[in-house]
C-alpha cells in the first residue's frame, strides 16, 4: 500500500512539516521538570521520535498562578527544542492548567484546586471559586509559559480546552454557571488564553487549540452537548489567532477511556465526531485526528477521507520510535505495534513519575537499553518462548549471539498466548511481533522441551532460563485443589459447566478479561474478589469500562469477598471481617492466582557447570510488561 497522504508535506503558519504525523502531547516522565533530576532521559525519548514524524507536541508543565518560570526550565526547554529541530521535526509546548482536577493535598505546596465555581473533582475534593483578578492571574499563568515557549525556541504553542481541564470547565455548565463576563460569555476565558498565546509567541509561531469532538454529556446533565459545543468552538477559532485544531472526545473522568481507546475499540473510533464538528463549526483549519490510529493503513485511509489533515499517532509511536522510517524504507511490517494496552495512560493515571510501554521496554531508557553490538559471539540457549524469553532471544540475536530457542509448547507466548481467547486479543500482536522479528533475524523456535540431554547435545555458551510458571492453585486459598479449582490460564481451554465462579485474588486485568469471556460463551459467572473493587492492579482506563465490560456481562460480581469454606459444588463467602455474604453453588470454579515459576532445570544447569540466568515469570510472576522488560535486560546480559 502506498502513502501519498500520510508522507505529504503540510504548512502551517510557515513551518512546513514533513509528513502528517503528529505526536500529540502526553505526561511521560516528571524528572524533566526536577532540577535535581537529569533532562536527558526525556530529551532523548522525544528525539528518538523527532526522526519519524512531522509534529511533536511536548509533555505539558503543570504549573501554577503568579509562579515565575525558572531559567534551568527555560534551557532545559531550548535543549528539547534543539534535539527535535536537529531531527527535522517541528515542536510546540502545550499550555494547560488542570483546574477541578484530582486532589491538592499530596503536594503540601499547592494551592487550592481553582474552578470558575464551588465543584468538586472526582476525586472528592471542592474547588475555590475564582475571583475576576484571580481568573486575570490565570490567564497570565497560561502566557508565562507560552512566553517560555518562545524563549526556548518552540515552533508554537497549544492550549489546551478538552479532558475535562480549566478550560473546558469554563466551557461547561456545571462547572460554569458565573452571572459574570466569565459566565455570560463561556468563551471568554479560552478566547483570553488565546490571545495572551498569540501576542507572547508572535505572528510567526503556531498557536493550536484543543478542544473535545463531543464531551458526551446532555445539557440537562450539566454537560456542554455537542450542538453547543459547536456554537462556542465556533466562536473561539473566529479569533482568526488559532492555526491548527487537536481534537479528543468526552470530558475526562470516567470518558477518559473513550479519549485513549484500548484494545477493545478498534481502528481510529473518533473520527467520525471529527467529521460531524468539522461540519457543524465550519472548521477551515488544518485538524489533527486522534484516537487509535495506529497504522500507517489506518492513518492515510482516515486522511484520504477528509475526516482531518493531521493524525496523531502517539502510542503507536511511543511502542515503536520509528514507526514512519519503517514504513518509509518499506519495512512497515516490522513495525513494532501499538497493542492497545495502555501501560502508558495507565501509569500517569496512578501517579507514577513516568510512563511505559506494555513490550517496548526501552521507552524513557533508551541509552540505558540501547543494544549494542557483542564483542564476542557466543551461543546463547533460550529456554521458553514466553514474552521474556522471546524478548531475550531478539536482543541477544540483534547483538549478533548465535541464538538458540526452545519451547515444549505448540505456541509460543506463554501464559499472554490465552489472551487471544478474550476481549484483549490484541495484545497477542507483541508475541507476534517478536515472533516475526526473531524469523527476520534468523532464529527458529524448535517445539521441544530441554532436558539434560538436550542440555548437553547443545552445549551452549549461556542459557537464558525463561521457562516461566506453573499453575498454583492453592495460593488462591487453602483447599483450592481438592475443590476441583481450574488456574484461570486454562479455563479458556477446557469444557466447563454452565454455572462458574471465577475467584481473582491478583487484581489485574486477566480475571475480568477471563470472566468476560467465560460469560459471552454462554457462562452463568459470578466473578469475585478479596479485594475492595474490581482490578486494583489493572490501570484506571481499564476499570473505567467495567461498567460495561464486566457488570454488564456477568450475573454477579462479589467484592471484599473472601472463600471461608469450600467443597466440591460449593462455596462460602464472606467478608475479611467473617460476615457472610453468600453461599454459591457453582459447577466449575477457576481461581486467578500467582503461578509458580518453573525452575526444575536449575539443578541440572548448576550439575553441568552452565553459565544460566533467569528471566521473565521464572524469576517472579508478574505482569507481561515486566517479562518483557526482564528478557530485554537479560537478553544484554548474555
Not at 523456535?445 to 552445549?459: P, R
Not at 457453582?586 to 528471566?615: E, H, N, T
Given at each position: 500500500m502506498s502513502y501519498p497522504v500520510l508522507f505529504s508535506t503540510l504548512n502551517i503558519r510557515g513551518h512546513e512539516l514533513r509528513n502528517r504525523a503528529v505526536i500529540t502531547s502526553h505526561t511521560a516522565s516528571q524528572s524533566f521538570f526536577n532540577p535535581a533530576l537529569p533532562a536527558a532521559t526525556y530529551i532523548e525519548y522525544i528525539r528518538r521520535r523527532a526522526g519519524s514524524v512531522g509534529l511533536i507536541i511536548t509533555q505539558p508543565q503543570l504549573w501554577q498562578p503568579g509562579i515565575v518560570q525558572p531559567q534551568w526550565l527555560i534551557d532545559r526547554h531550548g535543549e528539547l527544542a534543539e534535539a527535535v529541530h536537529a531531527e527535522g521535526a517541528k515542536i510546540m509546548l502545550q499550555i494547560v492548567h488542570l483546574g477541578v482536577y484530582g486532589r491538592s493535598d499530596p503536594d503540601l505546596h499547592a494551592p487550592p484546586l481553582y474552578g470558575f465555581g464551588v465543584n468538586q473533582s472526582v476525586a472528592g475534593e471542592a474547588s475555590h471559586e475564582m475571583d475576576d483578578a484571580e481568573i486575570t492571574m490565570m490567564i497570565e499563568g497560561y502566557r508565562s509559559v507560552a512566553r517560555l515557549a518562545a524563549e526556548a525556541g518552540f515552533d508554537g504553542v497549544e492550549a489546551h480546552g478538552g479532558h475535562g481541564y480549566l478550560i473546558q470547565q469554563s466551557l461547561t455548565p456545571e462547572f460554569n454557571s458565573r452571572t459574570d463576563r466569565w459566565g455570560t460569555d463561556p468563551t471568554l476565558f479560552a478566547r483570553r488564553i488565546i490571545q495572551a498565546a498569540r501576542e507572547e509567541v508572535g505572528p510567526n509561531r503556531i498557536v493550536g487549540y484543543r478542544t473535545t469532538t463531543d464531551d458526551l454529556r446532555s445539557p440537562e446533565d450539566g454537560g456542554i452537548g455537542f450542538e453547543r459545543g459547536a456554537q462556542l468552538l465556533k466562536k473561539i477559532l473566529a479569533t482568526g489567532e488559532v492555526d491548527v485544531l487537536n481534537t479528543t472526545i468526552g470530558y475526562g473522568g470516567p470518558s477518559y477511556s473513550r479519549s485513549i481507546p484500548d484494545y477493545r475499540h478498534?481502528?481510529?473510533?473518533?473520527?467520525?465526531?471529527?467529521?460531524?464538528?468539522?461540519?457543524?463549526?465550519?472548521?477551515?483549519?488544518?485538524?489533527?485526528?486522534?484516537?487509535?490510529?495506529?497504522?500507517?493503513?489506518?492513518?492515510?485511509?482516515?486522511?484520504?477521507?477528509?475526516?482531518?489533515?493531521?493524525?496523531?499517532?502517539?502510542?503507536?509511536?511511543?511502542?515503536?520510535?520509528?514507526?514512519?522510517?519503517?514504513?518509509?524504507?518499506?519495512?512497515?511490517?516490522?513495525?513494532?505495534?501499538?497493542?492497545?494496552?495502555?501501560?502508558?495512560?495507565?501509569?500517569?493515571?496512578?501517579?507514577?513519575?513516568?510512563?511505559?510501554?506494555?513490550?517496548?521496554?526501552?521507552?524513557?531508557?533508551?541509552?540505558?537499553?540501547?543494544?549494542?553490538?557483542?564483542?564476542?559471539?557466543?551461543?546463547?540457549?533460550?529456554?521458553?518462548?514466553?514474552?521474556?524469553?522471546?524478548?531475550?532471544?531478539?536482543?541477544?540475536?540483534?547483538?549478533?549471539?548465535?541464538?538458540?530457542?526452545?519451547?515444549?509448547?505448540?505456541?509460543?507466548?506463554?501464559?499472554?498466548?490465552h489472551s487471544a481467547d478474550t476481549a484483549g486479543s490484541a495484545l497477542v500482536g507483541s508475541?507476534?511481533?517478536?515472533?516475526?522479528?526473531?524469523?527476520?533475524?534468523?532464529?527458529?523456535?524448535?517445539?521441544?522441551?530441554?532436558?539434560?540431554?538436550?542440555?548437553?547435545?547443545?552445549?551452549?555458551?549461556?542459557?537464558?532460563?525463561?521457562?516461566?510458571?506453573?499453575?498454583?492453585?492453592?495460593?488462591?486459598?487453602?483447599?483450592?485443589q481438592a475443590a476441583g479449582a481450574i488456574d484461570s490460564s486454562e479455563a479458556l481451554d477446557v469444557h466447563l459447566g454452565h454455572r462458574v465462579f471465577v475467584y481473582d485474588t491478583l487484581g489485574a486485568n486477566e480475571g475480568p478479561l477471563v470472566a468476560e469471556a467465560l460469560a459471552k460463551?454462554?457462562?452463568?459467572?459470578?466473578?469475585?474478589?478479596?479485594?475492595?473493587?474490581?482490578?486494583?492492579?489493572?490501570?484506571?482506563?481499564?476499570?473505567?469500562?467495567?461498567?460495561?465490560?464486566?457488570?454488564?456481562?456477568?450475573?454477579?460480581?462479589?467484592?471484599?469477598?473472601?472463600?471461608?469454606?469450600?467443597?466440591?459444588?460449593t462455596a462460602l463467602v464472606a467478608t475479611p471481617?467473617?460476615?457472610?455474604?453468600?453461599?454459591?453453588?457453582?459447577?466449575?470454579?477457576?481461581?486467578?492466582?500467582?503461578?509458580?515459576?518453573?525452575?526444575?532445570?536449575?539443578?541440572?544447569?548448576?550439575?553441568?557447570?552452565?553459565?544460566?540466568?533467569?528471566?521473565?515469570?521464572?524469576?517472579?510472576?508478574?505482569l507481561a510488561a515486566q517479562a518483557f522488560k526482564g528478557g530485554h535486560e537479560a537478553g544484554l546480559a548474555v
Open positions: 478498534g481502528d481510529a473510533p473518533n473520527i467520525p465526531p471529527v467529521e460531524r464538528l468539522r461540519e457543524a463549526a465550519d472548521v477551515k483549519i488544518p485538524i489533527i485526528g486522534t484516537g487509535s490510529i495506529l497504522t500507517a493503513d489506518v492513518a492515510e485511509s482516515v486522511l484520504a477521507s477528509g475526516a482531518c489533515e493531521l493524525v496523531a499517532m502517539t502510542r503507536a509511536h511511543i511502542a515503536d520510535p520509528e514507526h514512519m522510517l519503517k514504513v518509509a524504507g518499506g519495512h512497515g511490517h516490522r513495525v513494532r505495534p501499538c497493542v492497545g494496552a495502555n501501560d502508558c495512560v495507565n501509569r500517569v493515571q496512578s501517579g507514577f513519575p513516568e510512563i511505559t510501554c506494555f513490550h517496548n521496554p526501552e521507552v524513557l531508557r533508551e541509552q540505558e537499553l540501547a543494544v549494542l553490538p557483542t564483542v564476542e559471539q557466543r551461543k546463547v540457549l533460550v529456554i521458553g518462548a514466553g514474552p521474556a524469553g522471546l524478548k531475550a532471544a531478539e536482543i541477544a540475536a540483534r547483538r549478533g549471539h548465535d541464538v538458540h530457542l526452545y519451547d515444549g509448547a505448540g505456541r509460543p507466548g506463554g501464559r499472554l498466548r508475541i507476534d511481533y517478536l515472533f516475526a522479528e526473531l524469523a527476520e533475524l534468523g532464529v527458529k523456535l524448535v517445539s521441544q522441551n530441554v532436558g539434560e540431554g538436550e542440555l548437553q547435545e547443545i552445549a551452549p555458551d549461556e542459557v537464558i532460563l525463561a521457562s516461566g510458571t506453573r499453575p498454583n492453585v492453592e495460593r488462591a486459598f487453602a483447599g483450592a460463551r454462554g457462562h452463568q459467572v459470578t466473578y469475585g474478589t478479596p479485594e475492595e473493587t474490581v482490578g486494583p492492579q489493572s490501570g484506571y482506563l481499564h476499570r473505567a469500562q467495567y461498567v460495561q465490560t464486566l457488570y454488564g456481562v456477568v450475573s454477579r460480581v462479589i467484592v471484599r469477598g473472601r472463600i471461608g469454606f469450600i467443597e466440591v459444588g471481617e467473617g460476615a457472610d455474604i453468600d453461599t454459591l453453588q457453582y459447577d466449575s470454579l477457576v481461581v486467578v492466582a500467582a503461578p509458580q515459576p518453573d525452575l526444575v532445570l536449575v539443578p541440572v544447569l548448576k550439575r553441568l557447570g552452565i553459565a544460566y540466568r533467569v528471566a521473565g515469570d521464572a524469576v517472579a510472576p508478574r
